[in-house]
Structure formats: structure tokens, C-alpha cells
């Protein structure tokens, strides 16, 4: 059974997921709703480290797995309660199925719009800017996307 109060949390999040019908079993949550209670238990156990059936090592990367998970924001219960991320850096707001402001959806149409917004008429590749804020001893240019290089250089 889980000993520690952080994994009794655990195993009473995926209990609750479980019980609301959130859990999901296989990889990525491909195998559909968790029915069995006794497999919401192994789950649970699983996720808060401490699975009999696992080695120390072994629990201890999938309680590390699933503190990165709660970070993010990424347990169905933290997305279906709209809760973005805890603390988790250079991580989106919210995730896709939240359809949060910062969630970016990389369909085939959203990636030939950017295709073309980057081949825009002004004529410019970012490589070739940056060589042109690089002869003008321009600070910070290494980190500046193309727009950023087009004001640095005053070009509209």
C-alpha cells in the first residue's frame, strides 16, 4: 500500500479519476474507460510508487513520472477542472484538449499558413537578417525570431 501522504494523494486522484470515469487503461489512454476497481487500485499503486509488483528502482521512475505529469497539468482530472500547469517551466498553459489561449494545434492547414506567413513577399530568410544584425553588432540576436530581427533592423 501506499506510505507516504504524497502517495496516498496520488492513489486518491486516480481512485477519484476512476470513479468519475476519466481513467483510462493502455498506452496514452488508447484501451478506454478503466471498468475493473481492482485495476484502477494497480493503477493507482502504479503511479504513486508502490506497486508489490515493481522493483525499487522501477517505482521510483513512475512516481517521478507521474509528479512530472501533475506539473503539467496533464491528469483528466486537472484538464476537465480546467486547471492549467503547477509550476511546470517552459511547459504550455494548457493543454489541447483544454483549448486553452496558448494551445497551438499542429494541423496540416495551421503548418502550411506558417509555411507561407515565414515566405512572405518582404524577401527575407531569418538566416539572412541575422547575418545582416550580425555585420551591425546587434545584441541578443541570436535568441530574436524573424520578426524580432526585422524590428532590431528597422525593417517593415
Not at 504524497?6 to 481512485?15: A, E, L, P, S
Not at 501533475?70 to 517552459?90: L, P
Not at 515566405?119 to 546587434?138: C, F, N, V
Amino acid at each position: 500500500m501506499a506510505e507516504s501522504a504524497r502517495q496516498k494523494r496520488i492513489t486518491g486522484r486516480v481512485m477519484h479519476e476512476f470513479k468519475h470515469g476519466e481513467l483510462k487503461s493502455g498506452r496514452g489512454g488508447k484501451g478506454g474507460p478503466v471498468k475493473s476497481r481492482r485495476q484502477a487500485i494497480a493503477i493507482a499503486l502504479e503511479e504513486a510508487g508502490a506497486s508489490k509488483y515493481e522493483s525499487k528502482r522501477r517505482n521510483k521512475r513512475n512516481l517521478r513520472h507521474t509528479e512530472r505529469k501533475e506539473a503539467q497539468g496533464k491528469t483528466a482530472q486537472q484538464e476537465r477542472e480546467g486547471k492549467s500547469h503547477i509550476g511546470a517551466s517552459g511547459e504550455r498553459e494548457s493543454t489541447r484538449s483544454m483549448g486553452g489561449a496558448n494551445a497551438r494545434k499542429p494541423t496540416a492547414r495551421g503548418r502550411k499558413a506558417a509555411r507561407a506567413r515565414a515566405r512572405k513577399a518582404d524577401g527575407h530568410t531569418r538566416s539572412e537578417l541575422y547575418a545582416r544584425a550580425q555585420r551591425r553588432h546587434i545584441e541578443g540576436r541570436s535568441k530574436m525570431t524573424k520578426r524580432q530581427l526585422e524590428n532590431a533592423l528597422g525593417i517593415h
